[in-house]
């Protein structure tokens, strides 16, 4: 199945639990064979993640007091999620919202093994992301007073996204790896280009731009062979 932001651009997601829930309003899911919707990928089906203030006619912020939210939880081997998101308005037409989110574990624990007691370790790691996002409305906002249901309004949105992982490889239980580390950071920024009009006649437009830049690196020091 393939996956989408805004029902815009594909993504390759490994772990969906990594993903903040500040980044992500609501989810849709087309099951079955969604080729002719989504192109080639999709024959399985597609999923599409809206983004908060997204509903495919450019409609954002209900109110001009800022908002935000936090979250701490807890979880088993010692592991801590971090996540929180800020919503402001600096001016009219302008939109910025900046959410940021982290993960510390250690994922050590003991079993037992040919008789004897053994602990994995290099289970553990950190993961963290900082997404800023700008949006704004060049012919007004589509939630202001003199602005109806039939008045179109576009607005570009323009993000911004950092994140970066180190995570600690502890191989199988015959071979385990007490250095192995896998370390992923990535940049990511989106400009789109929104429009469209409510009502029994109405109607949506997309256009965008992506790009990601990426880097991935395995070490294990403690490998005979280097």
Do not use: K
């Not at 037992?112 to 290099?122: K, S």
């Not at 249901?149 to 576009?154: D, E, G, K, L, N």
């Not at 409510?198 to 990426?214: F, M």
């Amino acid at each position: 199945a393939m996956a989408f932001v805004n029902g815009g651009f594909a993504v390759t997601i490994v772990d969906l639990s990594r993903i903040s829930r500040h980044d992500v309003e609501r989810i849709e899911i087309i099951r079955g064979a969604a080729t002719a919707i989504t192109g080639h990928g999709g024959a399985a089906g597609a999923i599409n993640l809206i983004t908060p203030g997204r509903d495919g006619t450019g409609s954002t912020l209900d109110t001009d007091n800022p908002t935000g939210s936090s979250r701490i939880s807890l979880g088993s081997f010692r592991e801590v999620r971090l996540d929180g998101s800020v919503d402001v308005r600096p001016a009219g037409t302008v939109d910025l919202s900046v959410a940021a989110a982290g993960v510390l574990s250690d994922n050590r624990y003991d079993y037992e093994r040919a008789g004897g007691a053994e602990t994995r370790v290099n289970g553990g790691g950190r993961e963290g992301s900082l997404a800023v996002t700008v949006g704004t409305h060049p012919g007004g906002r589509r939630d202001s007073p003199d602005s109806g249901q039939s008045a179109v309004r576009p607005r570009v949105e323009s993000s911004l996204r950092v994140s970066s992982s180190d995570r600690g490889l502890p191989g199988s239980v015959e071979f385990p790896s007490a250095t192995a580390r896998l370390t992923d950071s990535s940049l990511a920024a989106t400009t789109t280009f929104t429009s469209g009009r409510r009502g029994d006649t109405g109607w949506g437009i997309d256009v965008g731009a992506q790009g990601t830049l990426r880097s991935r690196a395995f070490t294990d020091p403690g490998y005979p062979l280097g």
